[in-house]
């Protein structure tokens, strides 16, 4: 369920002094209603900064009595507290309209004391600190607004809060400080933003500069989008959340409040960022719910966007949070570790700083808002695979990243990848790398007629993946729960791979299927278009065992061949490549084992038999397959690279032919009669391409000759033994 909300900093409207002290009461004249009504944020802002303005400007008289309203009656035994005008005036509009100042003796309607008795201990208060405690007021007038039309009942008491808190600091002149059980900022290290700035350097500290760049910007923009984000009341997010789960956000919704949205109009409170004070916990609350609206709104405004900046929000920026929830949700990310070590040479000192329409490639995210948060973060992930891939986690351990990403490298701490005799160089690579970029740009910019798919020669994956990149198709893990309700979304996705399981799988019982399909312990990885489940992957995975079962895989007949099932595979391999579990198992029957051969899967099972006895479930008349992985692969972006590889390789093979290019005579062999055979060394300009001669080692026996001797003699006489017995 969702519903639009109002924008993440939008201002009350102001209220009246007569009205923040009066029970609520308006006055009587009209134009205090229309001053009441609801504006556009940015209208509100100025609003309430030409308030201040003006009453900054007001005679001290007109200060006093402005204050005198906030301000208990200094006469013994007197429990006034605040005065109040026994002759309102109806105010008038123009500039002047609020200088008529009431006299130091006119009486109190309440305590009928002189207004001076509510104001003597400010005669000697100086014009700065009497600015101070007016702007103060202003903002106590907005909250008093806020009290009266917030129909949350937690918002409410903390805008009330808040409320008392700016009135007994007029009453106390004293500075405003929240304090009390909600403690002080920040409130969880590290910080969003710490985090976000960890995962940068983590997935993307091995990029050039300017793809890193490319990186960073994003970072800034999800900060500068977060930092601008509503936060629903606990009441209206309409999820079944545990106990814990539900505290921690009613807690942090409060300091939002208090440190972060109020402050945004009330700037007597001290204002800090949501990214800057707030961590994970938070993160995980809002990420979701925000990924999906945020893209939603791109989309609806990228005809508005300049061409460069629509495929930095349509096609990177999807990507870039794709990756970024892997790393909110998984159990042991290193970015949230408080050790984190960001050894880049590429990172600024500091974390990304994002300022309001500071973000590059977005206009008007400070307008940008977030509707309650549904429950589709229960029972549903997300796994599409990143723009860009960083390192990968391939051990349990939880150390710091920079010696995570050595050892997935191969490499111990602070050792050199070892020089391989013969091996190109490293400026020599990237001169080869620019090369084929440079043609490919060439070749796209020269081509005529219409954009095909994918070329002649494509991977089988490779239309499914530019779908993907497009935002045509998308992954998720999905499950059902006893411990929540899924969102209706997942439902309706179970339901649809269920029927697809159903359809292209005849022979096995329905019934089985809708068993399996809803069983919290199984989890299905479909492929989405159009809304709607176009193939799936049944699985259960068994940690402990380091190995999945793969029960269910299809795709509907209408869309098959197009490299869907590559496709869910390899994003399959990755997701279980994050928990650490390396073997798949399957039972195949006779029309599936073409295509698991295909995605690497071998009746020769590497994973030894006594760790998936009793696990997995025996099909009659169906081929135990099994699939190892490698953790240092990138399965969903494999065929690229190695298409990749290849280029580079025929372009080195190219620049080699070109240096050692020289035209030898040819072999004297029937000048002279064919001797063969022939030998290789003797094929002129052979030897100097590089070719080496293999060199034949000779056996060497381990006995000497008197031992063999005696061998080869008992040898003889069993053979004459056993001739006489025969004969």
């Not at 789960?245 to 409040?257: G, P, S, V």
């Not at 029937?670 to 300009?685: D, N, Q, R, Y």
Request: aromatic share 8%.
């Amino acid at each position: 369920m969702s519903s639009t909300s109002t924008p993440a900093s939008d201002p009350a409207p102001t209220a009246t002094s007569e009205e923040a002290t009066n029970g609520g009461k308006p006055p009587a004249n009209p134009a205090a209603s229309s001053a009441s009504t609801e504006l556009s944020k940015t209208n509100n802002f100025q609003k309430i900064a030409k308030k201040k303005m003006m009453v900054r400007s007001f005679p001290r008289n007109k200060k006093l009595e402005k204050l005198a309203v906030y301000s208990s009656c200094k006469s013994e035994g007197c429990k006034c507290n605040g005065w109040k005008n026994p002759n309102p005036s109806h105010p008038q509009p123009g500039p002047d309209a609020s200088q008529t100042a009431s006299n130091l003796t006119d009486p109190c309607k309440s305590c009928r004391h002189p207004l001076g008795a509510h104001v003597s201990h400010l005669d000697n208060t100086d014009e700065e600190e009497l600015n101070r405690l007016l702007c103060i007021v202003v903002d106590v007038e907005n909250l008093f607004v806020c009290v009266h039309r917030e129909e949350d009942a937690e918002a409410k008491q903390v805008y009330f809060y808040l409320f008392k808190l700016l009135r007994k600091c007029i009453l106390n002149m004293s500075q405003p400080s929240i304090e009390g059980s909600l403690g002080t900022p920040p409130f969880e290290k590290p910080s969003i933003a710490k985090g976000v700035t960890n995962f940068v350097v983590y997935k993307f500290g091995n990029l050039a500069q300017k793809e890193w760049q490319t990186m960073y910007d994003l970072a800034k923009m999800f900060l500068h989008c977060l930092n601008h984000w509503k936060l629903w009341p606990p009441a209206s997010r309409g999820q079944t959340l545990d106990e814990k789960d539900e505290n921690d956000y009613k807690l942090n919704y409060t300091r939002w409040l208090c440190f972060c949205h109020v402050p945004a109009f009330c700037d007597s409170l001290p204002q800090y960022e949501t990214t800057r004070i707030f961590g994970r916990t938070l993160l995980r609350s809002v990420f979701q719910t925000m990924r999906r609206q945020l893209l939603d709104k791109f989309r609806a405004e990228k005809d508005k966007m300049p061409p460069d900046k629509k495929t930095l929000v349509l096609t990177h920026f999807p990507r870039f949070l794709t990756m970024l929830e892997q790393e909110v949700y998984g159990n042991n990310s290193p970015i949230w570790d408080p050790e984190f070590v960001q050894n880049t040479a590429n990172l600024p000192n500091q974390a990304p700083v994002v300022t309001p329409g500071g973000v590059a490639g977005v206009s008007g995210l400070s307008r940008f808002t977030s509707s309650t948060v549904g429950t589709d973060n229960f029972g549903s992930v997300n796994i599409s695979p990143g723009m860009l891939t960083g390192s990968r986690r391939s051990s349990r351990s939880q150390d710091a990243a920079e010696k995570r990403k050595a050892d997935e490298a191969g490499l111990s701490d602070g050792a050199k990848r070892p020089k391989i005799e013969g091996d190109i160089s490293k400026d020599l690579l990237e001169e080869v790398l620019a090369e084929i970029t440079n043609e490919a740009e060439a070749e796209r910019g020269n081509m005529v007629g219409p954009e095909t798919m994918c070329g002649s020669h494509a991977a089988r994956d490779e239309q499914a993946r530019k779908e993907e990149r497009d935002g045509k198709i998308d992954f998720h893990i999905i499950n059902n729960s006893l411990s929540h309700r899924p969102s209706d979304q997942v439902f309706l996705w179970l339901i649809e791979v269920q029927n697809l399981f159903s359809h292209q799988l005849p022979r096995m019982p329905k019934e089985y299927i809708t068993r399996l399909v809803f069983d919290p312990k199984h989890k299905c990885l479909v492929l989405v278009k159009n809304n709607h489940v176009i193939g799936g992957i049944c699985f259960r995975m068994f940690p402990s065992q380091c190995f999945t079962e793969i029960v269910f895989c299809a795709v509907t007949s209408s869309e098959q061949v197009k490299g869907y099932g590559t496709t869910l595979m390899n994003h399959l391999k990755d997701y279980h490549l994050l928990h650490n579990v390396t073997h798949f198992l399957t039972f195949a029957d006779e029309f599936a084992t073409g295509y698991f051969k295909k995605q690497g899967f071998s009746k020769d099972i590497k994973l030894p038999r006594s760790q998936y006895l009793g696990y997995i479930k025996d099909y009659e008349g169906a081929t135990l397959m099994g699939c190892e992985l490698c953790p240092r692969i990138n399965y969903t972006d494999f065929s690229r690279v190695i298409r990749k590889q290849k280029e580079i390789v025929k372009k080195l093979a190219a620049r080699k032919n070109v240096e050692t290019e020289k035209i030898y005579s040819g072999v004297g062999l029937f000048k002279e009669g064919v001797k063969l055979p022939l030998p290789l060394e003797s094929i002129p300009g052979l030897v100097e391409s590089g070719w080496k001669p293999l060199v034949k080692k000779e056996k060497e026996s381990s006995l000497e000759p008197d031992q063999l001797y005696n061998v080869l003699r008992t040898m003889i006489q069993q053979v004459k033994v056993r001739r006489t017995n025969i004969n």
